[in-house]
């Protein structure tokens, strides 16, 4: 018998496969699905300097040769005012209740770091063992390390992270020893993904939130909050051998007539940049040439009324 087989046999027996779920939860902007994009080295969540970009649970999966990491990004924790923020709450919910374990994810020397009551309350209600990610540490480059100590603390208590990993999403600090101290809290068992899968999200479902995303960081105070991107048509090549590009169509939902002349902006201009924005994104991401047509259409009140949020696609998975 060949004495290597035989070695790596006992090796593999000792180190068995893992897979499982891990959700990262925290409050809102502090960097989780940028964390989530830095792991998977690609722009798969949507991210925006506005709280409460991510409104939907999305499963990401991060595949190893040791172990398959499905990661959920959740909405940021937050008490919710509309049926939109219920709708965002539930889905982190159904997240922690579902995890395996929970990577709670801060920003270094947050000033709102008083107002996580209601956070502490739904981790303590949960079984799995929780990681502390202190995020945006290339924020803290020169200062004091007590500084850092000094704001972990009280989080700490509270909380009884099983391990605290100050990581960095911009510059990567720590990302694969994040990812390690995660990893060790998966159950042993086959993947649940093939490996080349990334994420368990429809391309049509990752266009919206593209479109999304582009008007985020184009728009200010409410108006990214008071939008919905509902995709009407999404043809791909894939699945239209005919087709030489996308073709795809969506609604941007608002609340207000004030709120869609912002977005179309004079003569049009501002809305001409998000569409040519999200389709470069599009086009990287999907590797097709994208054509896209956006209509901005005037939904009162949509995100106060559980019909309202249903008809602008935000159902239960
Ligand atoms: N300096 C710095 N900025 C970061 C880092 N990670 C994320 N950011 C920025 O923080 C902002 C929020 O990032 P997101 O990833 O959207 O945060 P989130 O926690 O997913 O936010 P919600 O989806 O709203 O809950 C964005 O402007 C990011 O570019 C980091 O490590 N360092
Ligand atoms: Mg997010």
Known sequence: MDGTLAM????????PYRAGVVALAGPPNAGKSSIV?????EHAAAVSSKPQ???????CIFTTDEYQMVIIDTPGTHRPKYALGEFMMEETGRALESADAVCFVVEALCERAGDWDDIYRRLEKIRAPIVLAVNKIDRLRGKNEDVF?????????RIKPAFVVPVSALDGTNLDLLASELSKFLP???????????MDATERFLAGEIIRERIFEATEQEVPHSVAVMIEEFKSPDEYPELRRIEARADI????PGQKGILIGRDGAKLKSIIAEARRVMERRFGYPVSLKLWVKVKPQWRKSMSGIRNAGYRRA
Do not use: C, S, W
């Open 8 to 15: 790596e046999k006992i090796t593999d027996a000792a180190n």
């Open 37 to 41: 994009n830095a792991l998977l080295h």
């Open 53 to 59: 970009t991510t409104r939907n649970a999305v499963r």
């Open 149 to 157: 100590f000094k704001f972990i603390e009280p989080i700490q208590e």
């Open 188 to 198: 042993e068992g086959e993947a649940i993904y093939p490996e080349d899968v990334m």
């Open 253 to 256: 939902i608002v609340e207000r």
